[in-house]
């Protein structure tokens, strides 16, 4: 099948390609009568735009990259939800890029897009990322950058996160409330910025409440399942194993579920659960888990909009623009 183009339009309507590119901008230079004739042929002849040509001309790929460690964790399908639905109100295609908790292939990603691949990158760092040279790359090539959920501190961008030191801080009292003595944490770094605020409002919420705590009451574990797997097994066949559980990693409640199924331990009636996580199928788990749920859409929506902000023609500096969307607590029978 033929490809239409604007150069075969020209010929057919006896025209120039610029008369022909102008036309279909539908710009003031041209009269309405020549657009009209354009826009017919274009629709008869089923023309389709070349977006990726025109980037080349204007020096805009009309494209931005969404740099995240997973798709698997439903946050982060829900972010991307909200970017898309900021992205195409604009004009502009999403490509996901996925780091799978790596910091070689986050570097590798962002090595690539200065290039101009992309006009803007969304992103949500590895648990390994420490340095951030990579990333200051990036930003010299003026190509803007906006964090949200994981962030490093250390660049001056715009950062969307939720309140997770008020979050952890909330899923501790309320297990408290609960009447639990012993609470652990399981989390997935100790380097992330996420995962230290969560730890800070575990612990302030035991010494408010005079709860004692131990350092092996947080309980690091990998992004291997097996491994966490065995992790939970041996957390709760100890004999002090804990009457409270904090997943920080949506994917460490499926590991306390499962160990407390292969252990005959009872949730909630001798281990009760909280986890942070917005799958919709917390609702129908047996029990059904009590939850700390991010703003996930709206967190993505908000750090897409701040970069299209950046992309626009007027001066807009994103080192000064950061927001903090609150998370919310979900009681269900995990806890009760």
């Not at 989390?187 to 230290?196: D, F, T």
Request: net charge neutral.
């Amino acid at each position: 099948m033929e490809k239409i183009t604007i150069k075969r339009l020209a010929e057919e309507l006896n025209l120039s390609t610029s008369t022909i590119s102008r036309s279909l901008q539908d710009s003031y230079e041209i009269s309405l009568e020549t657009k009209q004739r354009v826009w017919a042929l274009a629709e008869k002849l089923n023309y389709v735009p070349n977006h990726y040509a025109s980037g080349l001309r204007s020096k805009k790929s009309k494209t931005i990259a969404v740099v995240i460690p997973e798709v698997a964790d439903s946050y982060f399908s829900q972010a991307i939800n909200g970017i898309e639905a900021v992205a195409q109100d604009n004009g502009y295609h999403v490509l996901i890029y996925l780091t799978h908790e790596s910091v070689l292939k986050e570097q590798a990603i962002l090595k690539d897009f200065q290039c101009g691949r992309v006009d803007g990158v969304l992103m949500s760092i590895t648990s390994e990322t420490v340095q951030t040279h990579h990333m200051q790359e990036l930003m010299a090539k003026e190509i803007p950058l906006v964090f949200f959920d994981r962030v490093c501190e250390e660049i001056a961008t715009a950062k969307i996160t939720t309140d997770d030191f008020q979050s952890s801080y909330r899923a501790t009292q309320h297990l408290i409330e609960r009447g639990c003595k012993k609470i652990a944490l399981l989390s997935v770094s100790k380097s992330l910025s996420i995962s230290n605020l969560r730890m800070e409002g575990y612990r302030k919420a035991l010494s408010d409440h005079a709860i004692p705590f131990t350092e092996s009451d947080i309980v690091l574990c990998t992004h291997e399942e097996e491994h966490n797997l065995g992790l939970m097994k041996e957390l709760l066949k100890g004999p002090t194993r804990p009457d409270g559980l904090i997943a920080t990693v949506e994917k460490l409640a499926t590991s306390i579920y499962l160990a407390c199924h292969a252990l005959s331990i009872s949730i909630p009636r001798e281990v009760k659960v909280v986890g942070f996580s917005n799958l919709q199928s917390a609702l129908i788990l047996n029990p059904s888990l009590t939850t700390i749920t991010q703003p996930a859409f709206e967190m993505g929506k908000a750090a897409a909009s701040l970069l299209f902000k950046a992309l626009g023609k007027k001066p807009f500096h994103l080192k000064t623009e950061s927001l903090v969307i609150p998370s919310s607590l979900h009681i269900r029978h995990s806890t009760q």
